[in-house]
């Protein structure tokens, strides 16, 4: 069983946004981002998969199981991040704790007392009281610590300063160090993952628009710089998501024979970051503007 | 084991090839000596903050070139190193930087005499 | 299942500081009402706890992480409906309690003590009550379930206030005063195991009702 989780044409249809048929897969032992603007259908796939929606078609399986014939024992091993805490701000963190630790079958406490070290997570707070990184914190310390083959978050980081954010991220990688759990990292901050996501999945209006390594979706693309007078040729075509300026343009280029003829023909190409991309590819259909 | 790893994001060098350069460059001036294991990809990647893949690359790169040897479920370590080979590449490395310098000399209109004198004093120096 | 109970119970530790005080404040209210009093209370007492649990789930959010972590929808139902019972009880302990203490104090306070009739009215009109309100909560959520169980509310609470009053004959209305008759005429503990009966009927058929509503939901 080589992939963690697979999703096959889900589709779920709702009065203002469709997801629409659906399919990717996450191999184990690696991190993966998921990246998207904000309303392109990332949280409905995570809570389709949490089964928090209905699927209206589609299959999800994980750890090789069905989502929901066998809902309990996935969830078991799952650990989950939300981008609000949804935690009932009236307890402590201890009781709070309590309270997740009895619902899963292996709570592990020595790793919830060393995550809560780390964190300075103080348990004798009212959830009501805590910061949001705080909160973040506890979440994610409650997600590791009940041996969870499978973290899934959904824009942990955001609304979180950048200290708060490389600590997440740190501790990311301390989950790979076992090649058979996975992360599973939705965000529509891209900075995030441009050092540490084996894979990038982006969705776009419902749709799945690549899934590829990190690195190769970086090698693959250029960000080209050139004269407007490049636009009135054929190599036009070669260009997502122009943008115009006053004194030239920009754009992305896929694969790496579009950006040499660029070249050649006088534009610069630069490495893109994933934000460069995310941004082109979702500018493309108001690409002359 | 001394590993000096520097990865920079600016360079047009993909991060892959840096670590494997970097990597190869231990060996080559014997920072490295045969049979030594190497980090493992994912602790080397929690240390460098990149990604598993881009660790992997590295190493698969270097695999291929006969620098490392990987076994599977222990590791990877420094390959008996092809003396021959690493002579070559070795010398290659002078060749190139004294055609650079032979470059900086025309540029700067120095004559092979005072090139040679220049080298001279070098290795005496080295000595 | 309990720790799901003892959750509700400790997210509403507030209120549950201020039940002596409400109950203190609901004797005083319903002194014309006599033995109904007690039932009266009780049932005060756990609607307030219902709904303040529902209120505190909604304002959490708390669905999205109750159905995240490896629990059953059926338990988080079956939870609030076992915690219908533990509301009902703990009231009957602070209503004891209390009643202990004002006896020690000469003040002129009619207490009326617990009859077998009066805690089965009690439970009856509880499990009634929500046995209405919660297929409506987990169908649709608190917000409009809250209204759902306001109008059951006031319609047993006062229905039931008029018919104790008109068992102690301060009510002129003719139906009332029937139905009051009615009540006094049956035997009693027959009647009562009837009552009882029956709305455990109800509370699992709503239970029922609930799990399946509570399944097709979405957050």
Redesign the interface.
């Known amino acids: 069983m080589e992939n963690i989780l697979e999703v096959k044409s889900l589709t779920k249809t709702f009065q203002d946004f469709t997801l629409s048929n659906i399919s990717f897969s996450l191999p184990r032992?690696?991190?993966t981002g998921f990246i998207g603007p904000n309303g392109s259908g990332k949280t409905t796939t995570i809570?389709l998969i949490?089964?928090?929606?209905?699927k209206d078609r589609g299959e999800v399986s994980i750890f090789g199981l069905d989502h929901i014939r066998h809902?309990?024992?996935i969830?078991?091993r799952?650990g989950?991040v939300?981008d609000?805490s949804?935690?009932?701000?009236?307890?402590t963190v201890e009781?709070m704790k309590r309270?997740?630790a009895?619902?899963?079958?292996n709570w592990d406490e020595e790793k919830f007392r060393s995550l809560a070290g780390k964190f300075s997570l103080p348990l004798n707070k009212s959830i009501k009281d805590l910061s949001r990184g705080m909160k973040v914190k506890f979440s994610l310390a409650a997600a590791l610590s009940h041996k969870a083959d499978l973290l899934i978050m959904d824009e942990p980081t955001s609304g979180l300063d950048p200290v708060v954010r490389s600590e997440i991220?740190?501790i990311l990688?301390?989950v790979?160090?076992d090649?058979n759990k996975g992360v599973f990292f939705s965000t529509h901050i891209t900075s995030d993952l441009d050092?540490?996501?084996?894979?990038i999945i982006m969705i776009y209006k419902g749709e799945i628009l690549f899934n590829k390594?990190?690195?190769e979706l970086?090698?693959e693309h250029a960000v080209i710089k050139g004269p407007l007078s490049l636009l009135d040729t054929s190599l036009k075509n070669n260009l997502i998501g122009i943008k115009k300026g006053i004194y030239g343009f920009e754009a992305l280029t896929a694969g790496k024979e579009a950006a040499d003829a660029l070249v050649k023909a006088g534009a610069a190409a630069e490495?893109p970051a994933l934000e460069d991309i995310m941004l082109y590819y979702t500018r493309k259909e108001n690409g002359n503007a | 084991m001394l590993l000096n790893i520097i990865i920079s994001n600016t360079g047009d060098k993909p991060i892959y090839q840096q670590i494997a350069d970097q990597i190869k460059d231990h060996i080559m001036k014997g920072l490295l000596e045969e049979s030594e294991p190497l980090p493992s990809i994912r602790s080397l990647a929690k240390d460098l903050n990149i990604s598993v893949i881009t660790t992997k690359r590295a190493y698969d790169e270097l695999e291929k070139e006969g620098f490392i040897a990987t076994i599977a479920g222990k590791g990877s370590y420094v390959a008996a190193q092809n003396k021959e080979l690493l002579r070559e590449s070795r010398i290659k490395i002078v060749e190139e930087k004294l055609s650079e310098a032979v470059i900086a000399a025309k540029s700067a209109e120095l004559t092979f005499k005072e090139l040679e004198e220049m080298l001279k004093f070098f290795c005496e120096e080295e000595k | 299942m309990l720790n799901l109970i003892f959750k509700d119970l400790l997210i509403q530790k507030k209120t549950l500081g201020f039940l002596g005080l409400y109950i203190i404040i609901l004797t005083l209210a319903f002194q014309s009402v006599g033995s109904g009093a007690f039932t009266s209370i009780i049932i005060a007492v756990t609607y307030q706890l219902v709904i303040t649990a529902g209120s505190l789930e909604e304002k959490t959010g708390s669905d999205i992480v109750l159905n995240s972590l490896p629990i059953s929808r059926e338990k988080i139902v079956a939870a609030k409906y076992l915690s219908v019972f533990f509301y009902g009880l703990m009231a009957v302990l602070a209503y004891l309690i209390y009643a202990a203490l004002l006896r020690l104090v000469p003040i002129p306070i009619n207490i009326p003590p617990i009859t077998p009739e009066s805690l089965a009215a009690a439970f009856t009109v509880i499990m009634v009550m929500n046995g209405i309100y919660y297929p409506v909560y987990f169908k649709t959520g608190f917000v409009r379930a809250r209204i759902i169980s306001l109008i059951v509310f006031f319609a047993f609470f006062f229905g039931l206030i008029s018919l104790f009053e008109a068992a102690g004959g301060s009510s002129s209305h003719g139906v009332l005063q029937a139905i009051a008759g009615f009540f006094s005429s049956v035997n009693k503990t027959q009647f009562s195991l009837m009552l009882i009966g029956g709305a455990l009927i109800f509370m699992l058929a709503s239970l029922i009702l609930s799990i399946k509503l509570y399944r097709g939901r979405e957050f």
């Open positions: 032992g690696f991190i809570k949490m089964n928090l929606l209905k809902e309990r024992e969830k078991n799952i989950f939300y609000e949804h935690f009932y701000e009236e307890l009781r309270f997740i009895s619902a899963y079958n991220l740190d990688h301390d790979i160090q090649e050092r540490i996501a084996d894979y390594t990190k690195d970086i090698e490495k």
